[in-house]
């Protein structure tokens, strides 16, 4: 931890972990939405796979519903963002390529055996991992600023760094 700033390179660096410390933060923030929203999919899974309804219609009713909780809490906490038709329609592209993806792992991991339930936990990293990088670099990324832009306004607005 810094505790002194004492020339114009350690304030380089101060500003440099403050931009990694709002990054980590957006990103747990990110798996914590991300965790919600995927106990919500497995248990309307499980629900709808214990009335006995069509796996694909299970899978895919659950998805909607884990989708829609999960876009609503990442546009409003996640990224801070508002809920605007652009987004929505990007998410919407994202929520295909995930869902294909969701698709091909499950009934992949079911031809060699697995459960449905543990075959959905294994699919949920992967997803993860593709709709975070997809999210932070095309659906809520910034127009006008990049980090090293950020980093030159607060130089901007904090001239004694």
């Known amino acids: 931890m810094i505790t002194c700033v004492e020339n114009k390179n350690n304030k380089t660096w101060l500003i440099i972990l403050m931009i990694r410390n709002k990054i980590l933060i957006q990103f747990i923030i990110f798996i914590t939405v991300g965790a919600s929203s995927a106990l919500l999919d497995l248990y309307l899974l499980y629900l709808l796979n214990l009335s006995n309804i069509n796996t694909s219609i299970s899978i895919t009713t659950a998805y909607i519903c884990g989708s829609a909780f999960n876009y609503i809490l990442h546009t409003l906490l996640t990224f801070n963002k508002k809920i605007n038709k652009e987004s929505i329609l990007k998410y919407i592209?994202?929520?295909a390529i995930n869902y294909c993806l969701t698709i091909s792992i499950i009934f992949l991991l079911l031809s060699f055996g697995f459960e449905l339930i543990i075959a959905k936990i294994i699919s949920i990293p992967i997803?993860?991992?593709?709709g975070f990088a997809l999210a932070k670099n095309w659906i809520y990324k910034n127009k006008k600023h990049t980090s090293i832009g950020k980093e030159n306004e607060y130089r901007r607005n904090h001239p004694e760094l």
């Open 93 to 95: 592209i994202v929520l």
């Open 127 to 130: 997803i993860s991992i593709v």
